[in-house]
């Protein structure tokens, strides 16, 4: 059974993950040259935009800082 072909939304969080976007803008354009439809209704929500964002700045930044382990601040 052939996997079904991924949703305009879900390209759209790839787009974000992959670090190449700093906008949703950026992102729609993608998605338009992709040929995805009905881009804009499917981005239009101010929700899923900001989610877009925080993925985007998130992957930009690259992976976070691992946290200092408790051990490490008492031998200093």
């Known amino acids: 059974m052939a996997a079904s072909p991924i949703t305009t939304l879900e390209r759209a969080f790839e787009l974000a993950r992959s670090g190449r976007f700093s906008s949703v803008s950026d992102i ?3 998605l338009r040259r992709e040929r995805f439809d ?3 209704a499917h981005l239009a929500g101010s ?3 900001r989610q877009l964002r925080a ?3 998130e992957a930009r930044r690259g992976p976070a ?3 200092a ?3 490490a601040s008492e031998e200093a």
């Open 28 to 30: 729609r354009l993608a």
């Open 38 to 40: 009905q881009v804009e």
């Open 47 to 49: 929700s899923i935009a």
């Open 55 to 57: 993925l985007c700045d």
């Open 65 to 67: 800082a691992p946290a």
């Open 69 to 71: 382990s408790p051990e």
